[in-house]
């Protein structure tokens, strides 16, 4: 079946550096990734749509220099969230969409980013 | 502006209970409605709806919806504790895959 994969799964940083998180579509083309927010208790919450070859789409009050994203081929898009803060800190989720076959859209495992 | 609102929040439930997950929605754009099962992790799939009155099942799991009235259930019969999770309905839109999330349903099945 399809696969998706996050790197890291889980990531303590200081605050102020900053963070990469790759979102790889193993088994499929991917021009369309998402990527998800989630807070403690708290449902999935759209940050940006990611299109390979061009800019991403921020959903409203996301920072778009803040959540830098980049989707430079077919498998790959990754989130850097810049000068994080201790209020950054949650479960990062991105999901492919299979444009190769089928539409449908997979998640991958999610990482944890603490932010201290 | 989409909305997804989903009810009950939290249901605690005994094994064996049979259990209603409610899913209402409004989107400009609908393409289908998706359940999903959230452990500790990333969500799984459970379902893809895209049209009325079709219901779809998976073993003790099963999920209908209904475009005329914009909701849709999802019924786990003779549930277990390992179906305790949080479950997440989504609409996604027409347009480019976009999924637009509910709060979920936090159900707890106890022995």
């Known amino acids: 079946g399809a696969v998706v994969s996050q790197h890291p799964s889980w990531v303590i940083c200081k605050s102020g550096t900053s963070v990469k998180i790759e979102c790889r579509s193993l088994d499929f083309q991917a021009t369309t990734m998402f990527w998800y927010r989630q807070f403690p208790k708290q449902s999935l919450m759209l940050m940006a749509t990611?299109?390979?070859?061009?800019?991403?789409?921020?959903e409203q009050g996301v920072e778009k220099d803040k959540f830098l994203i980049n989707h430079a081929s077919l498998t790959l898009s990754t989130l850097t969230v810049t000068s994080a803060h201790p209020e950054d800190s949650s479960f990062y989720i991105c999901?492919?969409?299979?444009?190769?076959?089928?539409?449908?859209?997979?998640f991958g495992p999610g990482t944890r980013l603490t932010v201290t | 502006e989409d909305k997804v609102v989903q009810s009950p929040l939290s249901l605690v439930v005994h094994e064996g209970d049979t259990v209603t997950l409610n899913c209402s929605y409004e989107?400009?754009?609908?393409?289908?409605l998706l359940w999903y099962k959230q452990e500790k992790k990333a969500p799984t799939f459970l379902f893809m709806l895209t049209s009325s009155g079709i219901e779809k099942k998976s073993g003790r799991l099963s999920s209908i919806l209904d475009k005329k009235e914009l909701f849709s259930i999802l019924n786990i019969t003779a549930t277990q504790t390992g179906d305790s999770a949080i479950y997440l309905c989504?609409?996604?839109?027409?347009?480019?895959?976009?999924?637009?999330f509910g709060e979920g349903t936090q159900l707890t099945v106890n022995p």
């Open positions: 989504a609409v996604e839109e027409t347009s480019g895959s976009r999924l637009t």
């Open positions: 990611s299109n390979e070859g061009s800019k991403a789409t921020y």
């Open positions: 989107v400009t754009n609908f393409r289908s």
């Open positions: 999901s492919a969409v299979n444009s190769g076959g089928n539409y449908e859209q997979y």
